[in-house]
């Protein structure tokens, strides 16, 4: 139906077309013939048009779509993107950048606040920051002084730490965040947790005098270790920030 349609208004356009010529030539001559003879006889001939036509148009369209699918396939291949994937990919893209600037942000936090502890004379070791005072206080004026720094006295875990404290005293001594003022004998630490691994001087803790509850730290060449002594007596002290992590 449709196609008989486009047949029709085919053959009348050419007709049209054949008059109009005659007219602009201003001839008295009669009007030529239309090459589509009306009715019955041109039907055959217009539905061969019609099929040229609709097979150019098919051909053309393969062309295209040939074309598309082959510049889809080199995009793809190009940037090395799966299709199915690239919205996901994209988006974890996003996910990650903002991910790695918040980290960034909190790194460079993190280093502003190093730098600014390294100023003030913290040392930084295995995730703990340490100050070693040049001033002398008693065993608790020390530990006060530690609370405003927000640190507290240093507690001692590892053979390592003994040792990186030795070497950051020179030869000197220290209040340590050791004693046993609240029960003799049961040596605590500051956070309260018992004395479990020890590193006393040879001979230590004597409690001479039995006035000694609190500990410092020796770093001499023939005296190193822990020793207790009288919690009023002024001496240098360790301030220990726990937990620096990187
Ligand atoms: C000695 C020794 C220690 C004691 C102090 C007190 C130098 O070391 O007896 O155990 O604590 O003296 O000054
Ligand atoms: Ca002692």
């Not at 100023?119 to 703990?128: I, N, R």
């Not at 609370?147 to 875990?157: F, H, P, Q, T, W």
């Amino acid at each position: 139906m449709r196609q008989l349609l486009i047949v029709c208004l085919y053959a009348r356009a050419n007709e049209r077309r054949y008059k109009t010529a005659d007219f602009n030539q201003q001839t008295t001559q009669s009007m030529s013939p239309c090459p589509f003879p009306r009715r019955r006889h041109y039907k055959e001939p217009c539905y061969r048009v019609a099929a040229v036509g609709f097979g150019l148009l098919c051909i053309l369209l393969l062309a295209a779509v040939t074309v598309l699918a082959t510049n889809n396939t080199q995009l793809q291949i190009s940037y090395n993107i799966p299709n199915d994937n690239f919205q996901t990919n994209y988006s974890n893209l996003v996910k990650l950048i903002d991910q790695l600037q918040k980290e960034n942000a909190a790194l460079q936090k993190k280093l502003a606040d190093l730098a600014k502890h390294a100023q003030l004379g913290w040392v930084y070791f295995s995730s703990s920051l340490y100050f070693i005072s040049t001033e002398k206080k008693s065993w608790t004026d020390s530990r006060q002084d530690c609370s405003r720094k927000g640190a507290d006295l240093v507690i001692i875990s590892s053979r390592e730490e003994q040792e990186f404290i030795i070497k950051q005293l020179d030869g000197d001594k220290a209040w340590i965040g050791l004693s046993d003022r609240s029960t003799e004998r049961v040596w605590k630490w500051v956070d309260g947790t018992a004395l479990t691994t020890a590193y006393w001087a040879k001979g230590e803790p004597n409690d001479a005098g039995n006035e000694e509850d609190c500990a410092e730290i020796w770093s001499s060449a023939d005296r190193k270790g822990w020793n207790d002594v009288t919690c009023s007596r002024k001496e240098r002290w360790i301030c220990e920030k726990l937990d620096f992590q990187w």
